[in-house]
């Protein structure tokens, strides 16, 4: 065989290297305009064929399409009609989250000259491929790549790079390693670069390397649109796995890692290195011995890294600094534990991933560094939190304790504080964010003023992604007002409130079972514990972001965003006490709209036509002048207080900016059937509190009730204004669904007459049924949005063991309308319920307040054993003038007021039906 020149062998590897390259093209040509689109990344079913669609829609004709999977089960979920494209092809790899791993391994499939990086939980825009092309060849650049937009529920684009560089501004992946999400997804690249950076190593290569070297070598150029997209929900997932969750198991990671820390001659113990991989996602969750490695690997990046530009500069001194004050002070508060006593945050979590990760962060970010943190976990079900819980549990500074049977978050969080050592207590939302000087700021003030043994704060809500939506002015100038207002409404977040746990502040610092508990702690602090003298502050700083997000856990349990609008029970009960008549004086909803409107300074005032705001807030402050405790600097406080509202109110009455609301009606929608007599009854009662009754009135065959008839009483013909009578079959009285039909025939009357409305009450009644007026009047006052009254049935009232109840609901018109009739029917409560308040969730984001009222009045339903005295228990003033209107609800006074009037009726009754008894015999 003869041997070869130089020429005819340059000229055979000539030969073999186009054959070669033309049999790695589907055309059996080469195109320089071929791109490889590369779909990979931990995603489901949907997001392949989401991402498979885009391939088919996108602009650009000369594609193929390698989607790395991580199972075959995976691949046959798959349309079949993307398996019968030719230029698709599935592989499936252990590696289908590193784009760099499955680009070595399978490179012999690449065919394109250009490679587009699609990361399965990403959407990208149908333009994309084709923009990015024109991009490259103009710019004459190897790596392309764009911003990220992220969106919400709705589509809309959310401030993605504020975000995103608040998630991973502590990531050890991006510092170290320039791994920044937005590369990742939507890099666009030549291959011939990539084949040389892989022909610049001898090792395998992975996502870390690749990136790290784009970065280094300067290639990355950015292009000025958007055009990948992710869903907040994806973003999240991503953030949570990659970052946080899968550190530890990871095998690429751990590699690089590994071979990063042996470059760097530091040898760790397999427990401090597992500890460093857990803690990447955020620095200063580490340990203090790795808190110390990763300043010492930050100062080796600042002085030879030869490629930094001066912002990342900047940023990486910056960072050293704040790690070296951090561990200075944590070495300070050793040294001196007297100066820095331990503060205890305390946190309660349910079901919790991204938000309770970012909270904690800020807690670990905190300028005061001697802290504690204590999560209750209320037995959550999703596995992300207990993947988050166990991997802070290992921190020397958290403690991790677990409910497993669902309880209530007030429990949650007094389990918490159960286990809290420290001398303060900083309570914390699993959803909040904890501003950096929050701890340092209120342990000062409580340091410096002995007097006070609790400070709350303003706060700032802040939207799904941490951004300031606006800065509430919550926050008072002085104890008086801070006290004046809590009685008014909840000023305060229990998420910015730092306590100094004195011995009363462990006694009595501890959250009810009930709604709003968080306020009920502050009324009792302050009101029912009064002789106590415990002195609460409001600073101005803002201390904490409070998320607003549908997925809260207090819009779950339909708390937060209601009780922030409600009166609660144990404030009606205060107010009672200092103010008697105040909800029979007043409309209560009204009052408290006209001062916030004023608080907040609205430039028009909606009022109530009968208040006298002036009046009443002159009274109001007399009555809170006397409470114990005062100092004269407190009354002159609220001397000021008051002025202020009334010279605000005043300004606006002369300036003519007051605008009288609507006043609520009052639709009492009775059912009567046989004796008018207990009609007449249940309207002489009600006549004052009523504006309308609604009179469904039950004929049965033959009877024939003339206006004549109707009207020769002196209680109807007086009240004629009022009544409307309805005449029906009793049968249709006797059917559910007829009588919902006529009842929504006469409400939509009354609304096309412009009589009722959304706000206007509907009580359904039966004539026999007498409610308190009082009870009723009160209820109005406080505005609320369902009441469920509890009336007394006469024939069990004076039974030893307990007596029998009637139910009877009233209910703004808005809720009839989307509940019905028959949700009233179903609404279970027990008949020895007690008066409380309940919230209930009637549509998404809208919650409606019920008040179970006990003892609200008289069930006449059989009169026989009717007494002529009844036996109260205690002594009964006779002269009902000298009555407070407090008095005037309880159900005894009730009772002795109308007893002499029902005793006519029930005598006159029982003649009737002796008589009827008689002329059957």
């Known amino acids: 065989m003869s041997k070869l020149t130089l020429r005819q062998f340059l000229l055979l590897i000539l ?498 079972q009930q709604a709003a508990y968080d306020y009920s702690l502050w009324i009792k602090l302050l009101f029912e514990l009064e002789n106590e003298n415990i002195r609460f502050f409001v600073l101005p700083k803002h201390v904490t972001g409070i998320r607003v997000h549908s997925n809260k856990i207090s819009n779950q349990k339909s708390e937060t965003s209601s009780y922030k609008k409600q009166i609660t029970l144990k404030q009606i009960e205060i107010l009672e006490r200092i103010y008697p008549e105040i909800f029979e004086d007043i409309n209560f909803q009204c009052f408290l709209k006209i001062f916030l409107q004023l608080k907040f300074q609205y430039d028009t005032i909606q009022t109530c036509e009968d208040l006298d705001f002036e009046q009443f807030s002159k009274e109001f402050n007399d009555r809170l002048r006397h409470l114990p405790f005062w100092t004269q600097q407190d009354i002159k406080d609220l001397d000021l207080f008051y002025k202020y509202f009334n010279d605000q109110y005043i300004e606006k009455l002369n300036q003519k900016k007051l605008i009288i609301m609507q006043q609520k009606l009052t639709f009492d929608c009775v059912l009567h059937q046989g004796d008018i007599k207990s009609l007449i009854l249940h309207i002489e009662q009600l006549k004052d509190s009523v504006d309308y009754f609604i009179i469904l009135y039950s004929l049965s065959p033959g009877d024939n009730i003339s206006n004549s008839y109707l009207y020769s009483n002196k209680v109807l013909l007086e009240n004629q204004s009022k009544l409307m009578f309805h005449f029906l079959n009793s049968s249709i009285i006797q059917d559910q669904q007829k009588l919902q039909y006529k009842l929504n025939e006469i409400f939509d009357d009354l609304i096309n007459e412009k009589i009722l409305f959304s706000n206007d009450y509907i009580m359904f009644s039966n004539s026999s049924e007498i409610i308190n007026p009082s009870q009723l009047r009160r209820f109005q006052q406080l505005g609320l949005d369902m009441g469920i009254f509890a009336l007394r049935q006469l024939s069990t009232l004076y039974q030893q063991n307990g007596q029998s109840y009637k139910l009877i609901s009233i209910l703004i018109y808005e809720l009839l309308e989307k509940l019905g009739i028959q949700y009233l029917d179903d609404y279970s409560i027990q008949l020895d319920f007690e008066d409380k308040l309940d919230i209930i969730e009637i549509s998404k984001n809208r919650y409606a307040s019920i008040y179970h009222l006990k003892d609200a009045g008289l069930y006449i339903d059989d009169c026989r054993n009717y007494k002529n005295e009844l036996a109260l228990q205690g002594k009964i003033r006779l002269n009902l003038e000298l009555l407070s209107n407090a008095d005037k609800r309880y159900f005894d006074y009730f009772h002795n007021q109308i007893k002499v009037t029902l005793k006519a009726y029930c005598d006159e009754r029982n003649k009737g039906l002796f008589a009827n008894q008689k002329s059957e015999l």
């Open 15 to 512: 030969v073999l290297s186009q054959s070669l390259l033309a049999s790695y093209t589907p055309y059996n040509k080469f195109n320089q305009n071929f791109v490889t689109i590369l779909i990979y990344g931990d995603g489901n079913k949907e997001d392949l064929e989401r991402n498979l669609n885009f391939t088919n829609n996108q602009y650009f004709p000369y594609f193929e399409v390698i989607a790395a999977v991580k199972s075959k089960e995976l691949i046959d979920k798959v349309n079949p009609q993307f398996k019968v494209q030719n230029n698709i092809k599935f592989i499936q790899t252990e590696y289908f989250n590193d784009f760099a791993k499955i680009l070595q391994n399978y490179l012999h499939l690449v065919n394109g000259e250009y490679i587009s990086l699609v990361h399965a939980k990403t959407i990208s825009k149908n333009e994309r491929i084709r923009e990015q092309i024109i991009e490259t060849k103009t710019y004459k650049c190897n790596v392309m790549v764009s911003e990220i937009n992220i969106l919400n529920h709705k589509g809309e684009i959310l401030e993605n790079a504020y975000l995103i560089d608040q998630d991973y501004q502590r990531d050890l992946d991006v510092i170290l390693f320039s791994m920044d999400f937005r590369l990742e997804a939507s890099i666009f690249m030549r291959k011939v670069f990539f084949t040389n950076i892989l022909n610049q190593t001898n090792e395998n290569i992975d996502r870390y390397f690749f990136t790290n070297q784009i970065v280094k070598l300067e290639e990355v150029n950015f292009s000025m649109e958007s055009f990948v997209q992710i869903t907040l929900e994806n973003y999240h997932h991503i953030f949570m796995d990659e970052s946080v969750i899968q550190a530890e198991e990871d095998t690429i990671k751990f590699k690089h890692y590994d071979n990063y820390l042996n470059s760097k001659n530091i040898s760790l113990t397999a427990p401090q290195f597992f500890s460093l991989l857990n803690c990447s996602y955020d620095f200063l969750a580490c340990d203090e011995s790795n808190l110390e490695v990763v300043r010492y690997l930050m100062i080796d990046l600042y002085m030879t890294f030869e490629k930094l530009f001066k912002y990342q500069m900047l940023e990486l001194y910056s960072q050293i600094e704040f790690i070296h004050n951090h561990l200075w002070k944590q070495g300070q508060a050793r040294k001196y534990p007297r100066e820095y006593p331990l503060a205890s945050v305390v946190m309660s979590s349910h079901n919790r991933d991204y938000f309770l990760i970012k909270s904690i962060s800020y807690v670990l970010e905190q300028s005061y560094v001697n802290w504690e943190l204590v999560i209750s976990d209320n037995n959550s079900s999703n596995p992300n939190t207990h993947k988050i819980l166990q991997l802070l549990d290992g921190h020397p500074r958290i403690r991790v304790f677990y409910l497993y049977t669902d309880q209530n978050e007030a429990f949650s969080f007094n389990y918490a504080i159960s286990y809290a050592e420290g001398e303060y207590i900083a309570i914390q939302d699993d959803d909040d964010i904890m501003m950096p000087f929050r701890l340092e700021y209120q342990i000062d003030f409580l340091k410096r003023n002995p007097i006070y043994e609790i400070c709350g704060s303003a706060y700032k809500p802040i939207s799904e992604i941490g951004r300031p939506k606006y800065f509430a002015q919550n926050y008072v100038n002085n104890f008086a007002e801070a006290k004046a207002f809590f009685l008014i409404l909840n000023h305060v977040s229990h998420s910015t409130v730092t306590v100094r746990m004195t011995d009363r502040m462990k006694k009595y610092f501890s959250y009810s």
